[in-house]
């Protein structure tokens, strides 16, 4: 799975706990958005259900994109960055 989070938390602790959460499972390409790629669908569920017990659900707001690797290919962007990478790997 590839999938893009990017959030709108209101509180700074409150973001802060969720910005260590997603470094656990992606790399952050902005200050709210996080790529994360090559996750399994159980790790996508523990850390959604992780980051709605973080944040307040009346003030906050987190959103999930699962991106297919088709999409993948289509990402564009301007300025500094790179293509997310979306070759498989292995582990040795």
Do not use: H, W
């Amino acid at each position: 799975m590839f999938e893009l989070v990017c959030f709108d938390i209101v509180d700074d602790r409150t973001r802060a706990r969720a910005v260590k959460i997603l470094k656990e499972y992606g790399v952050r390409v902005q200050k709210s958005v996080f790529e994360c790629g090559r996750i399994t669908e159980e790790q996508f569920v523990k850390m959604r259900n992780r980051l709605e017990e973080c944040i307040d659900s009346t003030e906050d707001t987190v959103r999930f994109y699962t991106l297919c690797k088709g999409c993948l290919k289509k990402v564009e962007f301007c300025g500094v960055g790179q293509r997310p990478d979306d070759e498989p790997y292995g582990i040795l």
